[in-house]
Nanobody, 121 residues
Framework: QVQLVETGGGLVQAGGSLRLSCAAS????????MRWYRQGPGTQREMVAV???????NYAESVKGRFTISRDNAKNTVYLQMDSLKPEDTAVYYC???????????????WGQGTQVTVSS
């Protein structure tokens, strides 16, 4: 069974930094694109950043220049380096992966359980 486990959330002051990690474990045949989403209080879940299997990246306008997504394919892990954090970055951050197991012909979507990031002003 595939699991995505996020770590690295916490409380930080405005202007500070945090690094989130998301490790995919289980039987994985191919790990395609991976994304970070977030959902703040009273808001819809929004995509923050995406990285392809070859390392191409894209970001939400609200985080461009402040957040960096990266991945370590050997570890099946994606990271989100968050710098210059603002109070409006406060949210639960979710990891998403599109991957295929050895038992399926097609890839499926998997989600982590979420990790809280709180930025104080």
């Amino acid at each position: 069974q595939v699991q995505l486990v996020e770590t690295g959330g916490g409380l930080v002051q405005a202007g500070g930094s945090l690094r989130l990690s998301c490790a995919a474990s289980g039987s994985i045949a191919s790990l395609n694109y991976m994304r970070w989403y977030r959902q703040g209080p009273g808001t819809q879940r929004e995509m923050v950043a995406v990285i392809s299997s070859t390392g191409s990246t894209n970001y939400a306008e609200s985080v461009k220049g402040r957040f960096t997504i990266s991945r370590d394919n050997a570890k099946n892990t994606v990271y989100l380096q968050m710098d210059s954090l603002k109070p409006e970055d406060t949210a639960v951050y979710y990891c998403y992966a599109n991957l295929r197991t050895p038992y399926n012909r097609y890839a499926s979507d998997y989600w982590g359980q979420g990790t809280q990031v709180t930025v104080s002003s």
